[in-house]
């Protein structure tokens, strides 16, 4: 049953947010009872995350119509509740992580099967249950709850990461939960407590403008709070802070999949850019001078890591560095402060993720087909593997900004938001990363196609990867270029965040 706010008239009290949140939760007990049964095992993956996208995609339209949903599930303190919400900044996050779930659960089925992979229940188990941690996140509508979702999340993927369980794994799992937990500890926590004493609360207010703090909050503490945001959401993969996420590419790439385009990182940049919005506010932010300092800081991250990119053979590994960049994007948008530049960070939440999946995808079908990791041994591959490298190369042009893939929409928006905002400084490191971005993505696609094959290296036998991995991959390369040429979708949900 639904009732709607005699107050606001648009803040609609419902369940539907905590069934939506059960699903995954629920698909993860039943994966995990149903492990001597693979078919029905990947079955219930498949079944959970189709019901988790339909229940999140019947919320939009009345999101878009100026509807709030919203839901209290306990009472902790006065100002401190567990309490969920899903307004038009939810619904970017919770769309492609919900839909991304769908093409994971297909491809995972594959992949795995395909390796003989071991402890495949445990690791569907463990993918729902980030999936929950990660629509938790999305769906949270104080500060408390989020942190609750976010630690969720750090510690259900622990396993994912360790998968293969040898020393290799352990190392980059031990490196992954260390600085993750440690950051979370040491910047959050106290984040949290200050914030309480100062606000007497920790709900979002519902608009991007006004912010959690009283106008006549201490502006050192102010500022060192959002430095402490920053830090402590350390999936949003900003540098010093970053080593977790090259280190974690040990784990098997549905898991990497997963981390970079689905949950983890985005996770981490979805917390970091709601505080920032609903936590500091717009107009705090400006009023600080906090917005283009960050955006300078974000932009070292954007072009070293790119440089380090460049330098990686292992295809994950320059994967992995090109995220550390591309995630910098959408916090430096955000903090340009113009109606532009937060479009560009907000749609590259969803534009990001759906090519960088794709990259991920196809990195594993080429592991599954040939054993291959290095760029370096790929030459001509793709005259055996047109349909994986061609949607490689699809998602190349959206990582680099091309038209008419989603990246084109990122890069746009940030380069006018930019104009804006008066900082020539700022356009400076989108053209370099453009042609960073370029100068490590291209090589690899150019030497796939035109390359020649290694000496006394044999392609005989080999072939495109299980259809229940190149079919998601391709499917996840044609949304890119959807998006890319009709953008409206999760544009529309980005104005009506910006209002």
Not at 1 to 23: F, K, Q, Y
Not at 200 to 211: A, E
Not at 299 to 326: C, E, H
Not at 329 to 342: A, E, K, N, Q, S
Request: positive net charge; aromatic residues 12%.
């Amino acid at each position: 049953m639904e009732t709607v706010s005699a107050a606001t008239g648009d803040i609609v009290t419902t369940s539907r947010l905590v069934w939506a949140l059960l699903v995954p939760l629920l698909g993860s007990f039943l994966v995990s009872l149903s492990g001597k049964k693979p078919n029905v095992r990947e079955s219930f993956s498949i079944v959970s995350a189709v019901i988790l996208f339909s229940m999140v995609l019947s919320m939009v339209s009345p999101v878009l119509a100026g509807k709030t949903f919203y839901y209290q599930l306990f009472k902790i303190l006065p100002g401190v509740t567990v309490t969920l919400r899903a307004d038009a900044f939810s619904m970017i996050f919770a769309l492609v992580a919900s839909s991304l779930w769908i093409a994971a659960a297909f491809y995972s089925m594959g992949y795995m099967r395909g390796l003989h992979e071991h402890a495949q229940t445990r690791f569907n188990t463990c993918f729902a249950i980030a999936i929950f941690g990660a629509i938790g996140v999305a769906f949270s509508d104080n500060l408390f709850t989020m942190y609750l979702f976010y630690e969720i999340v750090s510690v259900c993927t622990y396993p994912l990461v360790a998968h293969h369980q040898d020393e290799e794994a352990y190392e980059g799992a031990k490196k992954y939960i260390v600085y993750l937990t440690t950051t979370a500890k040491a910047f959050l926590l106290p984040s949290l407590a200050l914030i309480y004493v100062m606000t007497g609360s920790l709900d979002f207010p519902y608009n991007i403008y006004t912010g959690m703090f009283p106008a006549d909050a201490n502006s050192a503490l102010v500022t060192m709070l959002f430095i402490f945001c920053l830090f402590g959401f350390a999936k949003n993969g900003v540098m010093p802070f970053h080593h977790w996420l090259p280190g974690a590419m040990v784990a098997p790439t549905p898991v990497s999949a997963l981390l970079h385009a689905v949950a983890v990182v985005k996770v981490g940049v979805f917390c970091t850019t709601r505080m920032m919005l609903y936590g500091f506010g717009v107009d705090l932010m400006g009023l600080l001078n906090l917005g283009i300092p960050t955006a300078y800081f974000v932009g070292f991250t954007i072009v070293m890591a790119s440089v380090i990119a460049l330098t990686k053979d292992n295809l994950k590994a320059r994967l992995a560095y090109s995220t550390v960049s591309q995630l910098s994007y959408i916090i430096l948008g955000v903090c340009l402060l113009t109606p532009h530049g937060i479009t560009g960070g907000l749609i590259h939440i969803a534009n990001h993720a759906f090519s960088k999946i794709t990259l991920f995808f196809c990195a594993g079908a080429i592991y599954v087909a040939t054993h291959k990791k290095n760029i370096s041994e790929m030459g001509g591959l793709a005259r055996t593997m047109p349909f994986t490298f061609g949607a490689f190369a699809v998602a190349t042009l959206s990582m680099i900004g091309a038209p008419p893939v989603a990246g084109f929409v990122t890069k746009w928006e940030l380069l006018i938001g930019t104009i804006e905002s008066g900082s020539l400084g700022i356009i400076l490191i989108l053209l370099a990363s453009t042609l960073l971005n370029v100068g490590y993505f291209a090589p690899v696609t150019y030497k796939a196609f035109f390359g020649k094959r290694p000496p006394g290296e044999v392609y005989e036998g080999i072939k495109e990867a299980p259809l229940a991995m190149v079919i998601p991959l391709c499917t996840a390369s044609l949304i890119s270029v959807i998006i890319g040429i009709y953008p409206n979708f999760f544009m529309n949900l980005v104005k009506a965040v910006i209002g």
